[in-house]
């Protein structure tokens, strides 16, 4: 066979060459000519729909921060009570199970692909992956492929739960003939690193399994069958990725400094102990944010404080003697913790979450101080209190947790005198009045995400407000300005541990607006030390301060790109 050259977009940079994987997914089963009863059907669905829940908390566990946002999503999807609504509706029509959520399915992804907005229309996507997972459960099938040899994914489209699931050590790259750049398996495929392209018109009829495929994922190229010469124009493209690899691992003891003398330390975001090892070894400076709810999602009782204790204990021990800021529980009514009885509201993210449910839950959240503050004794420990909102947030935490104390030192176990306690900047109260709350925390760190959808009103899941959701509008970096300003008055120091952190023009926008330290996936970790180490500070200054003069995003961005181009 001839080299075949096919056009695609672009969606993840670098270039790979290797044999073809073609995922052709089986089409699921005709529906059965005749339904059950409505009450059949409706109990088919209902362990259909726990069975697919089990299956996505499955893969969270197994996520990175990116993926742990996607299948947030999802979960959120399979709980919408208006999904469960059009399907109830209609089996007690008569129809079976499967072809009430397919119906339903449909409705809101039609929705979705019938606007202009682009983002939005990839996010169509998404609800059909949620679909596909229940339809394979009503089936008894089961969805997804596996990886088992070194390979170039080449799909129609891969939904958001199948990228999640592939083994990422023997993914080369992943071509598609549908999907956008905003698409999810897009995002996933930049945050690992891995070349994608997607829009390949007539690739998947055109490639065959162990065929070798070549991609670039700057330009779009796809070859297919590659002549000698492409051979060699690719090898040479992924041998200089490789040097740059190889410089990247060797520069990850580099500290974050900029050619003008200015330290920021780069540190990790991770969702485990396992995690924080990884982190370590792509060169973390420290661990930014450990969230702590891996340990009380996917399972049926509350964590004891053995438990807890020997997670954290292992977290720190990873960490070599690194800082590991431990967050507390964040878990509110958009998480599914059965065994919590958290009751279901209109808006979650401003209702009882985090600090708010640990506060009513007071057994809840002494086991986890106590158990945190055993595990002091392994590491350089940092715990910190989410979704504080001023004064009385804080001084009731600082108070629990010094209960938790006197009660283990009453018992004679050991705790460290030298853990710092420090609060996450996310509610706009908190940065309004972080002159007073930096007196009483050894540092603040900054959870852009919800800072940005609490500050713009802006519900960050949902996808028709995708296009409002602004990390650099001026009104946000004005808060964040006002964050460091406060607490370098108080000689305390300011971490971001969002995903502003990891963003090319959020970073050298947090590096000119003075913040101590960026925490990102483990991932980026070595392309913003690159920025970094090119970037004077004086010039990221410069764009910062002119930057809280401006009145849009746009503008925003437009002043900090050419300095990021410059840098990279």
């Not at 292992?314 to 967050?327: F, Q, W, Y």
């Not at 301060?545 to 401006?550: E, K, N, P, T, V």
Request: hydrophobic share 45%; aromatic share 4%.
């Amino acid at each position: 066979m001839s080299e075949r050259l096919l056009r695609g977009v672009g969606a993840a940079a670098g270039a790979a060459m290797g044999p073809a994987l073609v995922y052709r997914e089986a089409q699921a089963a005709e529906t059965a000519a005749k339904a059950g009863t409505p009450a059949e059907e409706q109990a088919r669905y209902e362990a259909a729909c726990r069975r697919a829940a089990a299956e996505l908390e499955e893969l969270v566990q197994r996520a990175d921060d990116q993926g742990r946002e996607i299948l947030g999503a999802h979960q959120l999807m399979l709980q919408d009570p208006e999904l469960h609504d059009l399907v109830a509706a209609s089996i007690q029509a008569g129809k079976p199970a499967e072809e009430a959520v397919q119906a339903a399915v449909e409705q809101f992804a039609g929705m979705l692909e019938a606007l202009d907005d682009e983002y939005l229309r990839e996010r169509a996507a998404d609800v059909r992956d949620v679909g596909r997972r229940l339809v394979a459960a009503l089936t008894g099938r089961t969805v997804g492929l596996r990886l088992e040899r070194p390979a170039v994914v080449i799909a129609r489209d891969l939904a958001p739960t199948d990228t999640i699931g592939l083994d990422r050590s023997l993914l080369l790259g992943i071509v598609t003939e549908q999907g956008g750049p905003t698409s999810h398996t897009s995002i996933l495929a930049r945050s690992w690193g891995i070349p994608a392209v997607v829009a390949a018109h007539g690739v998947l009829e055109a490639a065959a399994d162990g065929m070798t495929v070549a991609l670039d994922g700057d330009s779009g190229e796809v070859v297919l069958d590659p002549d000698a010469g492409t051979r060699t124009r690719y090898e040479a493209a992924m041998a200089r990725a490789r040097e740059q690899a190889e410089r990247d691992r060797a520069e990850a003891s580099l500290p974050g400094e900029t050619p003008d003398g200015v330290r920021v330390e780069l540190a990790a975001n991770a969702g485990s102990p396992d995690e924080v090892a990884l982190a370590m070894e792509k060169g973390a400076e420290g661990v930014g944010l450990l969230r702590s709810e891996f340990l009380f999602m996917g399972r049926d009782t509350a964590p004891t404080e053995e438990e807890q204790y020997a997670a954290y204990a292992a977290a720190l021990r990873n960490a070599g003697g690194r800082r590991v800021i431990i967050r507390t529980l964040d878990i509110g009514g958009d998480k599914d913790v059965p065994y919590l009885g958290l009751a279901k509201e209109e808006n979650p993210f401003l209702g009882v979450r985090a600090l708010r449910l640990c506060f009513r839950r007071p057994e809840l959240f002494r086991a986890q101080l106590r158990a945190l503050l055993r595990a002091s004794v392994h590491g350089r420990l940092a715990i910190m209190f989410p979704m504080v909102g001023g004064l009385a947030d804080l001084r009731r935490a600082r108070e629990a947790l010094a209960e938790a104390r006197r009660s283990l030192e009453a018992e004679g176990l050991p705790v460290a005198d030298n853990y710092e306690v420090g609060i996450m900047i996310e509610i706009p109260s908190a940065a309004l009045l972080a002159d007073h709350l930096a007196a009483e925390v050894d540092f603040f760190s900054i959870g852009t995400n919800d800072l940005v959808q609490y500050t713009l009103a802006v519900d960050r899941g949902n996808p028709e407000l995708a296009e409002m959701y602004q990390p650099y509008h001026p009104a946000v970096l004005r808060l964040i300005d006002r964050v460091v300003t406060a607490a370098h008055a108080a000689g305390k120091w300011v971490g971001v541990c969002g995903e502003m952190g990891g963003l090319p023009a959020g970073a050298l926008l947090l590096l000119g607006l003075g913040v101590d330290e960026l925490s990102m996936s483990p991932a980026l970790l070595a392309r913003i030390r690159r920025l970094v180490r090119a970037t004077p500070f004086a010039e990221a200054r410069s764009v910062a301060r002119q930057s809280l003069a401006l009145g849009t995003p746009e503008e925003v961005l437009a002043l900090v790109e050419p300095l990021v181009r410059r840098g990279e």
